[in-house]
């Protein structure tokens, strides 16, 4: 059964905005740590921000003051609001446990590009 579905990706320019969402199973995401990650084709997975279920937040470098992480624990959903997108995040995002991860969704796709 599908347990995580990302959506919300697109293609905008540089400096643009995009809000990613990420629904999850119950049974996995419940008093679960979560994490979005990202992949450029060819190169390893990354993760780029984490939420605890308390709502604790923490990201890489690379995106911390441009990127935010929330959970919305009544919907089992994450999301992944970016601001200020340079063509370094372009990639394909993907939600998952940040711990016992489950089997990847299909991700959504970010473009940045002029």
């Known amino acids: 059964q599908v347990q995580v579905v990302e959506s919300g990706g697109g293609s905008v320019q540089p400096g643009g905005s995009l809000t990613l969402s990420c629904v999850v199973s119950e049974s996995i995401f419940s008093g679960r740590a979560m994490g979005w990650y990202r992949q450029v084709p060819g190169k390893q997975r990354e993760l780029v921000a984490t939420?605890?279920?308390?709502?604790?937040?923490d990201y890489r470098s690379s995106v911390k003051g441009r990127f935010t992480i929330s959970r919305d624990n009544a919907k089992n959903t994450i999301y992944l609001s970016m601001n200020s997108l340079t063509p370094d995040d372009t990639a394909d995002y993907y939600c998952?446990?940040?711990?016992?991860?489950?089997?990847w969704g299909q991700g959504t796709r970010v473009t940045i590009a002029s």
């Open positions: 939420i605890t279920p308390g709502g604790t937040t």
């Open positions: 998952n446990r940040l711990t016992a991860v489950v089997t």
